[in-house]
């Protein structure tokens, strides 16, 4: 697997690029957002680990810059925990964070995660929706307006299709897999982003309002203390 680094502290970039090559990965670094940019036109890449504050082009910046291209699954490192620095970051497109510093074993896994959430293989439905016709023999679940072939990986609406990422793809396909049913934020970190212990719900919030916008607000409603669902 190959992964782009993009981090302007050289010991950080450095430690984090050896970490990753002893468990087998190639690294491509950058030490600013710019250059950072240039080496993933250039391609090759799996996933990119990429630092909040950098100069030049910062983060976030280069994250919006990435995702109007790709769908490649994107880890953001910040030093800081706070809301600024975790909404910026995920509503720029990222799929997840972690704060800085990180423990490699803890860093390995959110990537293993990542990467895990982009090839994976979805589960048949718990419940069959209303509509379900098949459509060139692939499964296609339908809610209103709403199509989501579920061989495929393809979602549509009124007809369209809607580009999702990995990590958003995966989510709906959650939902679609019981839809009506009130799924907890703890849930889905689990399913979805493969937690394996209660992580920062806060994912799952900008996740859902990333969703939102692409297949349509109504779509998935709010259930205020336990979590959301997909309105059939």
Not at 64 to 85: F, H
Not at 97 to 102: A, E, G, L, R
Not at 190 to 197: A, H, L
Not at 210 to 217: C, D, E, P
């Amino acid at each position: 697997m190959n992964v782009l680094l993009v981090e302007d502290d050289t010991v950080i970039r450095r430690s984090v690029a050896l970490v990753l090559e002893r468990y087998g990965y190639t690294v491509a670094s950058a030490e600013d957002g710019l250059a950072g940019l240039d080496l993933f036109r250039a391609g090759g890449h799996d996933l990119l680990l990429l630092d909040v504050m950098l100069p030049g082009l910062d983060g976030i910046g280069l994250c919006r810059k990435v995702r109007e291209t790709s769908l490649m699954p994107i880890l953001m490192m910040s030093a800081r925990g706070d809301s600024i620095d975790v909404v910026g970051a995920l509503e720029a497109g990222a799929d997840d964070y972690v704060v800085k510093p990180v423990e490699p074993p803890v860093l390995l896994a959110r990537m293993r995660a990542l990467l895990r959430r982009a090839s994976f293989t979805p589960t048949e439905p718990s419940v069959a929706p209303t509509s379900a016709p098949a459509v060139d023999g692939h499964q296609v679940l339908t809610f209103g307006n709403l199509t989501l072939d579920t061989d495929g990986l393809e979602a549509r609406v009124a007809g369209e299709p809607v580009v999702l990422t990995p990590t958003e793809l995966r989510l709906l396909l959650e939902f679609a897999a019981r839809p009506g049913a009130v799924l907890e934020r703890q849930t889905l970190l689990r399913t979805v982003w493969d937690y394996g212990w209660d992580g920062d719900s806060r994912v799952v919030d900008l996740c859902v309002q990333r969703l939102r916008k692409k297949i349509g607000a109504e779509r998935i409603e709010t259930v205020r203390g336990f979590g959301y669902k997909l309105v059939r």
